[in-house]
């Protein structure tokens, strides 16, 4: 009897966590098909006819396919100088046994992004880069690049020592032994710290909001310009939310079971 | 090989912590002639009754979420270990939240915590209980935004405590139960304490993020109703980019970053002792 009832209960808490934590997300999706006329109806209505005109009004009549565009090529441009640098920074690391360096790079994932933006700002002023796509695909590499490296550790970590001394026996350059052997051996890991540095260079805010231009402008800073300016009712703001929610969510799919581990630094095995 | 990645963190991350700490010595102000202050402006910060608004509302957010997503995260956590059917599903929906961007979540909350039309009030008056301003109201706007970033964070602390509890010894709890230790005594005398390293290691990834809390708090508020929001890492960025005022916003940067190194020495130091 005490099992089941406490199975009874366990099923209860479960399903309203469930809600909880759906519900908004749910509501943030609806809400994106309501016309101008449902979203204002209050009681709020559960029941409507589902109309495309927010993402219509969206796409049409405001530059966000353009801001989403930006997004793209920031993420993407950041991840891979993420990568560029983070790969043969964690294959070294693993192999010479040093941690310093992989503490360093802690240090951009601790400190407050506000402090950097006065220095990047007068920085990237006075070298011409201010509002450009470059200048926001270096500073969500600050981002990308903790992200990537402690993610790869223990990946070569994990990597035989009997494989890449083998190698470099058979005369293999250090380069070599990484792109050759090393690297199809961690795949996965790489395929997790690709999606995790793009996930989060897309979901960052604080920087573009300060450092992009009217050309560069992502995604995201265009939605907290569209709260402000009152231009464009709460169905299109839904819509806007709904469109940048996207990305991460798919790409959070592929590679669940991997993500907390991948977040906590290598602080948590799961 | 690494040293691309470590000349790339000192022109990027170590040469601005240091260009921010001498822009802190400076009267600079757009468009005014720029003279050395030295500590002229730390001085400045302990006179500003912003400055100590801003470090009591840092210290309300951070110690109010943290607690209370830690707590929800061992419950949850709890509550996942025993879950036997739908984990995957289950799992889905719990990293949703904190994968969102965060602009996402702030607009979500603006339109779901609207004070007139939105539906987290109709559904509380139509439940008889009492209705709330949430992020217009002056005094709990601040409560607001530790429910919001509970709402995003704690299913990520319930994932890393669950990640703990399947790595727990079986062994304990066999001779615990042989010992009599079960229920509530064997989760106070003997997981909790096996916990603790994990605990403690969400608890630094959480503190990291709660101190220098930005994105939601400035997409809903701005920093608003009045200061009411505006944390040490919003005061800041309110005064260097606000109001121009270079060095004094480089203070108040180099203050809350020493909070934020502080903070995470003293976790460090506790996760040494807690350590089996």
């Known amino acids: 009897m005490r099992g089941v009832l406490g199975r009874f209960a366990m099923g209860v808490q479960i399903v309203i966590l469930m809600i909880v934590l759906f519900a908004p997300i749910a509501w943030m999706i609806v809400s994106s098909f309501k016309s101008r006329v449902d979203i204002t109806q209050y009681p709020p209505q559960l029941l409507f006819t589902p109309t495309l005109e927010n993402y219509q009004q969206l796409f049409v009549r405001t530059d966000f396919l353009e801001n989403t565009l930006n997004s793209f090529y920031v993420a993407a441009g950041s991840t891979l100088l993420g990568l560029a640098l983070a790969v043969p920074a964690a294959f070294a690391i693993s192999w010479h046994r040093m941690t310093w360096p992989a503490t360093l790079t802690l240090f951009a994932r601790m400190a407050p992004g506000t402090l950097f933006l006065l220095p990047w700002f007068i920085m990237f002023s006075n070298i011409g880069l201010s509002g450009t796509h470059a200048a926001l695909i270096i500073t969500h590499a600050v981002i990308t690049l903790p992200i990537a490296l402690w993610t790869m550790l223990p990946h070569f970590d994990g990597l035989p020592r009997e494989l890449t001394e083998s190698a470099q026996i058979d005369g293999c350059r250090s380069h070599q032994i990484l792109l050759r052997i090393a690297l199809p051996v961690v795949m996965p890991g790489l395929i997790v710290a690709t999606i995790l540095s793009f996930i989060f260079s897309w979901n960052y805010f604080l920087f573009a909001l300060v450092l992009s231009g009217i050309s560069s402008k992502t995604a995201i800073v265009a939605s907290f310009n569209f709260i402000g300016e009152g231009v464009t009712n709460w169905g299109t703001l839904m819509a806007a939310a709904t469109v940048i929610a996207l990305p991460p969510i798919v790409l959070t799919f592929m590679i669940q079971r991997r993500l907390v581990s991948g977040l906590s630094f290598g602080a948590v095995k799961g | ?276």
Do not use: C
């Open chain 2, 1 to 276: 090989m690494m040293l691309p990645a470590v000349g790339f963190v000192a022109v990027m991350v170590i040469f601005p912590f240091g260009y921010a700490l001498w822009l802190s010595l400076l009267d600079y102000k757009i468009g005014q002639t720029l003279t050395f202050v030295g500590i002229g402006n730390y001085k400045a910060l302990l006179a500003d009754e912003q400055f100590w608004n801003g470090l009591r509302l840092t210290f309300i957010l951070y110690a109010g979420a943290l607690v209370l997503q830690l707590v929800l995260g061992v419950a949850l956590g709890l509550l996942l270990h025993r879950l036997e059917t739908l984990k995957g599903l289950i799992r889905t929906v719990m990293v949703s939240p904190f994968m969102l961007p965060p602009v996402v979540v702030g607009m979500m909350s603006i339109v779901v915590l609207d004070p007139s039309m939105g539906v987290a009030n109709y559904l509380l008056k139509s439940a008889g209980l009492p209705t709330s301003l949430f992020l217009a109201s002056t005094d709990f706007v601040i409560f607001t935004v530790i429910m919001i970033d509970t709402w995003q964070w704690a299913p990520f602390v319930a994932l890393i405590i669950l990640g703990g509890l399947q790595s727990l010894p079986t062994r304990v709890y066999e001779a615990a139960a042989i010992d009599g230790a079960v229920g509530w005594r064997q989760f106070v005398y003997i997981t909790l304490p096996l916990l603790g390293p994990t605990i403690l290691t969400a608890a630094v990834l959480r503190s990291v993020d709660l101190l220098r809390f930005f994105d939601v708090i400035y997409i809903t508020t701005q920093g608003g109703p009045g200061y009411a929001t505006s944390t040490l890492n919003i005061y800041a960025y309110r005064k260097g980019f606000e109001f121009s005022d270079i060095g004094y916003a480089s203070a108040l940067m180099i203050t809350l970053s020493t909070i934020v190194f502080g903070a995470v020495l003293v976790f460090a130091q506790l996760r040494r002792k807690v350590a089996w």
